[in-house]
């Protein structure tokens, strides 16, 4: 989908009679509006889900496991500067789309396979989900409350990174293409993301053999670091210097002994005392709501933040002056709004040109486009070939 933002022509290969997994992720869905295209009125309406994630597109179904679905997939390979292929390892070779496959079709093809732990190794076959790397690859164990059993990230986030790597890995690729007229087959995958998405954690154990434990919202190697609660709500504090801290104790809870302390006087006796010094800021902040703390602490210099749900995320007042949100016009669905695409270039966002597709939206449209008739194309649709 980022390719897509920056103006690349995606198009998305989809099974014929379901499509992507995520159109049955639901609820919750979009409603159908009545005048929606009558050859749709055979599929559920569009899930939330599907629809976050698939801007842009186009999308055709094929049955590539049969020859003439197999061919349609060799020319879209010889017209295309990158595939993108989420199959577990050796699973496109067998089908006849493997990376040699395709070099030798297009050799100019950046090919980018994106599997749950790698092509090589002995678990490249398996399946990758994201909740199961987040547990296999240490993000659970570091993630929920010390006294509670570990947690899962609230989004996909393992899958997020992943992505987000394989964006790079392939407009770097496109760079290298260009520069030496030769292909590339990129490797990426959840498992190895999340290793490096444990950043410091990972240090930690590497450098110094340090085990990482669960701290809920709190830093471990940084204090205050953390949400608390207030009378009504909660905040986010990070105090991460000694001068945020100087601040936090003196001009927002007036305080000024916390910072004689010899508990409390620099960040290492800080971590060490970390209860106490959680308890005295705790019974502080829960004397007021939250907005009196907000007021406080606006403009002082202290890194601070409300907790706040996804209706006030979407309310906040930086979201709404940065036009984060986008509507757009969807055939089945009517207006919906979408996060939009977050970079700007130049100051301008780029645009979402296309609604998330709906299944095989575009597959007479593509198949034209690569030299079928209108004969061919009945044909295809007649035996299910597409």
């Not at 920056?6 to 919750?28: M, N």
């Not at 570091?142 to 006294?147: A, K, L, M, V, Y």
């Not at 905040?235 to 001068?243: D, F, P, R, S, V």
């Not at 801290?245 to 508990?263: C, G, H, M």
Request: aromatic residues 6%; proline residues 6%; glycine residues 8%.
């Amino acid at each position: 989908m980022l390719l897509a933002d920056l103006g690349a022509d995606v198009i998305k290969i989809e099974e014929l009679s379901r499509g992507d997994d995520t159109r049955s992720w639901s609820p919750p869905s979009s409603p159908v509006i009545k005048d929606a295209p009558k050859e749709t009125s055979h599929l559920p309406p569009e899930s939330a889900y599907f629809l976050a994630v698939n801007r842009n597109k186009r999308s055709i179904t094929v049955d590539f496991k049969r020859a003439e679905g197999l061919e349609i997939l060799h020319k879209l390979v010889k017209s295309s500067d990158v595939l993108v292929e989420n199959f577990v390892s050796g699973k496109l070779a067998s089908l006849g789309l493997g990376w040699e496959d395709c070099q030798k079709i297009n050799p100019r093809l950046v090919y980018a396979s994106i599997t749950g732990y790698g092509q090589t190794g002995p678990y490249r076959e398996a399946a990758g989900y994201d909740v199961i790397i987040e547990a296999e690859a240490g993000l659970m164990h570091i993630t929920g409350e010390p006294d509670r059993a570990p947690s899962k990230v609230g989004v996909a986030v393992t899958d997020i990174m992943t992505g987000l790597y394989a964006h790079g890995a392939i407009m770097a690729g496109l760079r290298s293409v260009n520069q030496t007229g030769q292909g590339v087959w990129i490797d990426c995958n959840l498992f190895e993301t999340q290793l490096a998405g444990l950043a410091n954690i990972a240090s930690n154990y590497l450098i110094a053999g340090q085990e990482a434990t669960r701290h809920g919202t709190a830093h471990p190697s940084i204090v205050p670091y953390q949400v608390f609660p207030c009378k009504d709500g909660f905040l986010m504090i990070g105090a991460g210097n000694e001068k945020q801290f100087r601040l936090l104790a003196i001009t927002i809870l007036q305080k000024p002994e916390l910072v004689d302390d010899v508990r409390f006087s620099t960040n290492t006796a800080r971590v060490a005392n970390r209860e106490a010094l959680i308890d005295i800021i705790s019974t502080v902040l829960k004397r007021h709501e939250r907005g009196h703390w907000i007021e406080r602490l606006s403009g002082v210099g202290i890194p601070f933040g409300p907790i706040n749900n996804i209706g006030q995320t979407f309310a906040h007042p930086q979201a709404i002056a940065r036009e984060s949100t986008v509507e757009i016009d969807h055939p089945r669905a009517g207006k919906i709004r979408m996060v939009a695409p977050p970079v700007t270039y130049n100051g301008k966002r780029m645009p979402v040109r296309r609604a998330p597709p709906w299944l095989s939206q575009h597959t007479t449209e593509i198949l034209q486009e690569l030299g079928y008739s209108k004969n061919e194309i009945a044909r295809l649709r007649a035996s299910k070939v597409v």
